[in-house]
Each structure stands twice: as structure tokens, then as C-alpha cells.
């Protein structure tokens, strides 16, 4: 690497699957609106509970930057949802919810129809199966 590493936790690469919605609360409306592209009607529509679909390149304890076709904004609030891999934690493979921020969002070099986002996480929650229970 040509230039210093400056970030206090370090970035463990991966190729990881994941789904994120962008959280707009900044409309007017008293609760929250999701939104995701609808390709038809064009970008920046709205739908409720929209979610979209990423491919997380490396994260950190405190970020994740991943590639999507989804475009986004820096400051736009994000949920995330994705599963740790096994060899990253050293434990089973962990599925988390991740509340973060929009950081950076540039086009991927050499494929326009790619984002490529880096998120400042502000937590991370596991996320729980709900249990079926036979009646």
C-alpha cells in the first residue's frame, strides 16, 4: 500500500452478500420513508420497505464499503443486513443488522451501473430467528 493506514480498525476483506435500505427521514412525513429505485419509474422513487441488494467487499468494526446498483448519497441513513462469515470472527457465521451513514458513494471504475458505498457504522445488532412454533 502506497499510502499510510489511518482508520483504528482495520478493514477485513470478504465478498459477502448483503441487502441495505436507504432511510429518508428528512421529507416532512412523520414516519419513516424507505427508498429504493424503482428501475421503471426511474431513480430516487420511494417505496415503503424497499430493500436492495449489495455485495460487501471488506468491513470494519466501525464501516463496510460494498458495490450495488442502488445509487445513494453521502448522509443518507442506511440499514443494513448481512452475515459475518466464520472466518472473520473466529465464531459461527453471524447474521447483524447495521445501522449506518453514507460516507462515500463514487461509480465503480469500469462499470458505470456500479456504486461503490463506504458506510460509517454506528452499530451492529445480531439479527434473531424467530422461532416457529407447531400448534
Known amino acids: 500500500m502506497s499510502h499510510q493506514e489511518r482508520r483504528r ?6 465478498l459477502v452478500p448483503l441487502r441495505f435500505r436507504v432511510l429518508d427521514n428528512g421529507n416532512g412525513h412523520d414516519d419513516t420513508v424507505i427508498r429504493l429505485t424503482d428501475y421503471a419509474a426511474g431513480a430516487g422513487t420511494h417505496a415503503h420497505f424497499g430493500m436492495a441488494e449489495g455485495q460487501a ?10 458495490v450495488s446498483r442502488e445509487r445513494v448519497t453521502v448522509g443518507e441513513d ?3 443486513f ?3 462469515p466464520a472466518e472473520l470472527t473466529g465464531r459461527a457465521d453471524e447474521s447483524v443488522r447495521c445501522s449506518a451513514r ?6 465503480v471504475e469500469g462499470n458505470s451501473e456500479l456504486t461503490g ?5 454506528r452499530c451492529f445488532e445480531p439479527v434473531v430467528r424467530r422461532r416457529n412454533w407447531p400448534n
Request: proline share 6%; net charge neutral.
Open 9 to 14: 480498525s482495520p478493514r477485513k476483506e470478504c
Open 57 to 66: 467487499q471488506n468491513l470494519s468494526e466501525r464501516g463496510v464499503y460494498f
Open 78 to 80: 442506511v440499514e443494513l
Open 82 to 84: 448481512l452475515t459475518i
Open 102 to 107: 453514507v460516507v462515500y458513494a463514487q461509480p
Open 117 to 121: 458505498v463506504g458506510v460509517c457504522v
